[in-house]
């Protein structure tokens, strides 16, 4: 372009046969000025300063850097990080001394900072404790209450809610009080419609494991789910995470039918949540069909209460001090080397054993076997 305006080309005609405008051709010919074409820099920069006006110098950046040094080696208060810096040079009237955040930046350029950054490191898959459910071999439903609500004129509302891990397979029961007879009736309707997961997770009220006063205790939620080969699931108390699905799908039942709408009776609400229900289950259709297969619903099935719970309730569970952790109700020493650390807690009523497991979410597949010790739960009779 240079070359062919200094032959007496136009820069109109120039910047059409090249396809640029005029203001690029014009920068080019202000940069070749009248030097040989050979000795111009052509390499492309931005408009302006190579460096910027308010770069801290090389000359500041050096003091910061040796008063750093002399007040780690010196200083009586045994401070040395940007607010000390700052300090000192006041001290020394230096001229033009840098901001605290400026020294604190230099001091990160420099890598002269002591302190480590956190690692932040990936959170482990969805169902990493339970591996079946991690390798997608069974799906897991997750079940909560939702309690405290009132609808105006103090008509008091619960609200058990659930979902499956991989499939997204959502419902939800808007009832005036939920009792394990509740919870068991409602959940005999959705798995008759939708079949049997392998797994159902559940926190630790007593309306899904039953009494805590008692030890070797299993209340009637338990026993439905053991009834018809359903693991049940508790999560550690206080512990966050394993109810993330549910938990989330609590937030989004308050917020897209609690919140939205005035309800004057509980029919009303239950009218709305099943709206929500049936559109929710409609979007993830495809992620729902996807999911690992359910088995079916068995047809002459019926709940016996008095009948011996058979198959493997899991408990997850956190050790103590000395590595101890409680299952209902019982205190089990799993290993002095693992305190204060989560296991996965395997009781199998069949087996007469629980099996202890670790749990790292650091390492989700470590999961080895810690120990295995006899349990044998009593046969009683079930208070309905």
Known sequence: MVTAVRRGTSIHEVAKRFGVSRSTVQRWIQRAAKKRLDRVDWSDRPAGRREPINKTSGNI????????????????????????????????????????????????????????????????????????????????????????????????????????????????????????????????????????????QFDNDTVFQGPHHHPDTLGRVTRFCLSLGVTPVFTPPRETGFQAAIENFNGRWQSKVWSRFHFPSRLELLAQSNKFVTASRRRSAERIANAPPRAPFPEAWKLDLQAPPQGVIVFLRRTNATGKATVLGHMFSIDRNWLNRLVRAEVDLAHDCIRFYPLRRRDPTYQPLLREAPYHFPQRKFHE
């Open 61 to 200: 950046e050096s003091l910061v850097l040796g008063i750093r040094r002399d007040l780690k080696e010196s200083s009586a208060l045994g401070e040395y990080g940007a607010v000390a810096i700052s300090r000192e040079m006041k001290k020394r009237r230096v001229k033009s001394a840098p901001s605290i955040r400026t020294i604190g930046r230099v001091l990160e350029r420099r890598g002269a900072l002591d302190g480590r950054k956190r690692t932040r490191r990936p959170a482990p898959p969805s169902g990493w404790y339970l591996p079946d459910v991690a390798d997608w071999q069974a799906e897991v439903d997750c079940f909560d209450i939702v309690e405290g609500l009132v609808i105006q004129g103090g008509i008091q509302v619960e609200v058990l809610n659930g979902i499956s891990l991989r499939g997204g397979l959502v419902a939800s029961w808007p009832r005036a009080k939920i009792t394990a007879k509740s919870t068991v009736n409602v959940l005999t309707r959705h798995w008759r419609a939708f079949g049997l997961p392998g797994c159902a």
